[in-house]
């Protein structure tokens, strides 16, 4: 470590490497894409049941790379500011929920995994949540369903907002114990 | 608070029977925090308020709009159940509502049948009450859409229908009011009034008056334009529709429009009090209650919080939000109108209850209406002239500092005023009101009016408030908890010709029921853990109570059965925006969920769970 740098230039050195490691291991967390590029999503990648009559089909895919919001420190952070902005805090309050369920809890409706999320807010879904295809780019609704799953805690620390620009209302979103949606819940794969 | 420091008698002390549960039937003390304050002395021999003729209800054992008469008493003539044998009160039916919302409505009886709406999907149950067991004689389902789920602010309430004609009308909430045949049930007509689409909803009880059916719209957190609509009773087609913004022509106010008050004249006020086109978007729903005095003709309601919350963004009064109108019956024309909470700054809706009622004032009798406004204070208005009599706080209120009896308005404290960039704590009384719209009872026996209310405090955040049609429009992070004392809910009986509280009773949770009097001179109300209770009227004495299923957010009744005897009808099933944290499952780590209810109730779902349930009282046959 730095305490056994006592040259200048090692410590230099060791400054760098350090913080050469921590970017590394942060790149993903630190990026800032403003114009974020994703693969439309097939339906057959968000399916909404546990049950494959017959013969199981393949797994559900993964989009290529919608996972990578909720990795993402802006992308969450965009999502979180959308998600006052789209009014989605009308219904779901800061997280605890309202007209529409809570989302930070660990039950899901219509799935839990990032693709489902991004799916039910496109989509809208039968007992009153809006469809927001064409009113929001699809970008910024990965970024909402990138917040959506930090909410329950399920993204790295190190990526959660730690607090809101708000009075406090809820525990820091780096504070919420990681709450995995349930096998039920979540058809696709989590990790 | 409107009370002195008095001395407190424990009234809860009585023996209650609790029927049996897991196969014992015992006796029990009473619990729960329920102390009647003893504040003031009786009101004996001093001259009390009456209800008009004119707009009282027949004594034929009947119940047949929400609040029973157009006065809108709540009041029973019926007296064989008193204090004396209310103890041995017990069930002596049930009937399950299928349903796991709110249960909002009053059950209505006429004809030796039960008549219950239910919460979404709005279901109508008749129940024929001259069998034994009282079995289901019809049901009807309307079908509504279910995307209207998504647009009901605080559950997805229905508050009942009203009985006339041989039929039951009743709304549903994706915006269509239906009349059905009240012996079989059959659809006579069906009328679309609200577009989901821009966030109407409709969950009042409509009343019908004259010829007509009253029906008001939902939808004051999503920035609907407010209006009241009279239907054809026979056939539902709209006979006029005012407005609560926009255009006098809108409004229908025109050349018979006389305010008590100058802030409340002037020309297109509903255009010119708001920023341009705001009021298009400017909430003013009529969500609540009306009454009807059929000697004058004239219908009384109020109109809800302007759109959005964040005031910031609607300078002005805007008119003609959170105030009350009078207006002809048959003609929609408005009469006078008196705004309590001008540019409404905390959600105070004013859709509570009137109840019109004879007062004795400084020796004369007056014609007067009464209202526990949600603002906080107890309003005595000249329902003729709209002229404010006297406005007395009844609960905790800092958010103002009373009302200007010489210009009408209400004196906002400028310490509690919302601002951007400014979080604002302990505002009291909360958004929901010093009472929210769970009805108040009137006895012309006692003289008393029965107020079931809240004692919430909120800290308020305003932030930016964005329209997009059909989401909610709102610009405010609220988060509420229980005011000075620590109880949630009071029940209040105060005397309308003293101004001041003669008892009241604290209850832990909010109290999210209404009151009903009966000739026997109890109140009956229920609370969100289940109890259904019998009160003295004259001294708040708990005399009976008995734990129903689920928390209590419905309005009691009472009738007279076909085989004569006095029966008492509630339904349990908790919900409403105070039960929304158990029927929507809510977060309570979210102390801002459900507009900041959830902070005030995350206890609740460590004391009750949703189901919906008719619960039908009755004394032993003797």
């Not at chain 2, 008009?52 to 007296?79: N, V």
């Amino acid at each position: 470590m730095c305490s056994h740098c006592r040259a200048r230039d090692a410590r230099r050195a060791c400054v760098a490497a350090f913080c050469a490691t921590i970017a590394l291991a942060a790149c993903q967390r630190e990026q800032r894409d403003l114009d974020p590029h994703v693969e439309p999503l097939a339906g057959q990648a968000t399916p909404l049941s546990g049950l494959n009559p017959g013969e199981d089909r393949p797994a559900p895919i993964r989009s290529s790379n919608g996972a990578g919001f909720e990795k993402n420190a802006y992308a969450i952070s965009e999502g979180q500011r959308l998600f006052a902005w789209f009014n989605c805090s009308g219904c779901h309050g800061n997280g605890g929920g309202g007209i529409g369920p809570a989302l930070m809890d660990d039950v899901w409706r219509y799935g839990g995994s990032i693709e489902q999320i991004h799916a039910s807010i496109a989509q809208g879904r039968p007992n009153g949540m809006p469809t927001f295809r064409d009113k929001i780019p699809d970008a910024e609704i990965w970024q909402l369903a990138a917040y959506v799953r930090a909410l329950s805690g399920n993204v790295p620390k190190a990526a959660a907002p730690s607090r809101g620009e708000t009075i406090s209302v809820t525990p820091p979103l780096t504070r919420v114990p990681e709450q995995p949606p349930k096998p039920a819940d979540s058809v696709s794969p989590e990790r | 608070m409107p009370t002195d420091s008095a001395p407190t008698a424990h009234a809860g002390t009585a023996d209650a029977w609790r029927p049996a549960k897991r196969g014992v039937r015992r006796c029990m003390r009473l619990r729960g925090a329920a102390f009647a304050l003893a504040v003031t002395g009786t009101c004996a021999a001093a001259p009390i308020a009456s209800i008009p003729p004119a707009a009282s209800a027949k004594d034929d054992g009947s119940w047949t709009l929400a609040a029973r008469d157009y006065a809108s008493t709540r009041y029973s003539p019926l007296a064989e159940i008193t204090a004396a044998n209310v103890g041995t009160l017990h069930v002596e039916s049930t009937f399950s509502l299928g349903s796991l919302r709110g249960e909002e409505a009053a059950p209505l009886v006429a004809n030796g049948t039960m008549y219950v709406v239910t919460p979404f999907p709005n279901i109508v149950y008749a129940l024929d009450l001259t069998r034994p067991g009282t079995p289901l004689k019809w049901k009807y389902e309307p079908k509504p859409d279910a995307s209207a789920q998504g647009v009901a602010c605080c559950d997805t309430v229905n508050r009942g229908g009203s009985l006339a004609n041989g039929r039951l009308y009743f709304n549903t909430l994706d915006g269509d009011t239906i009349a059905l045949d009240a012996e079989d049930g059959h659809e006579i007509w069906r009328t679309h009034l609200g577009d989901i689409r821009k966030g109407e909803s409709l969950t009042m009880a409509p009343l019908a008056v004259n010829d007509k059916v009253l029906v008001g719209n939902s939808g004051g957190e999503f920035g609907v334009r407010g209006w009241l609509v009279a239907l054809d009773a026979g056939d539902g087609h709209i006979v006029w529709k005012a407005f609560h913004t926009g255009p006098d022509a809108d409004v229908l106010i025109g050349a018979d429009f006389k305010p008590f008050y100058a802030f409340d004249r002037g020309k297109d006020l509903g255009v010119s009090s708001w920023p341009p086109d705001a009021w298009k978007i400017g909430g003013g729903s009529a969500w609540g209650w009306i009454s009807f005095d059929p000697g004058s003709n004239l219908v009384y309601y109020g109109t809800s919080n302007p759109s959005p919350w964040n005031a910031e963004v609607r300078a002005g009064d805007n008119k003609w939000t959170a105030g009350l109108f009078a207006r002809d019956a048959d003609t929609g024309a408005a009469r006078w109108f008196y705004q309590f909470s001008p540019h409404d700054l905390y959600d105070y809706d004013a859709v509570n209850e009137s109840i019109l009622l004879d007062l004795p004032v400084g020796g004369a009798t007056r014609k007067v209406l009464v209202r526990a406004e949600r603002n906080g204070y107890f309003y005595v208005i000249d329902r003729a002239s709209g002229e404010v009599l006297s406005a007395d706080a009844y609960g905790s209120v800092n958010s103002s500092q009373g009302v200007d009896l010489s210009t009408g308005r209400l004196r906002y404290a400028a310490d509690k005023k919302p601002a951007t960039g400014r979080i604002v704590r302990e505002i009291c009384p909360a958004s929901p009101g010093g009472k929210d719209w769970n009805p108040s009872a009137f006895s012309p026996r006692t003289g008393l009016v029965y107020v079931p209310h809240l004692n919430l405090c909120m800290d308020w955040q305003t932030v930016p408030a964005n329209y997009i049609a059909g989401t909610p429009y709102g610009g405010a992070i609220a988060r509420m908890y229980a005011g000075p004392g620590g109880k949630r809910g009071e029940l209040l009986a105060w005397d309308p010709v003293a101004r001041k509280p003669v008892w009241k009773i604290e209850e832990d949770l909010p109290i999210w029921s209404a009151a009903l009097a009966t000739g026997g001179d109890l109140v009956f109300y229920g609370t969100m853990d289940g109890w259904f209770k019998a009160v003295d009227a004259h001294t708040g004495e708990v005399r009976w109570q008995f734990p129903t299923g689920s928390g209590i957010v419905g309005q009691p009744v009472s009738y007279r059965g076909p085989d004569g005897r006095q029966y008492v009808a509630v339904l349990s099933g908790v919900g409403g925006w105070a039960g929304a944290i158990v029927v929507g499952h809510l977060d309570a780590r979210d102390t801002s969920a459900a507009n900041g209810m959830v902070g005030a109730t995350t206890d609740l779902p460590t004391k009750t769970e949703a189901g919906g349930m008719l619960y039908v009282f009755a004394l032993p046959c003797t």
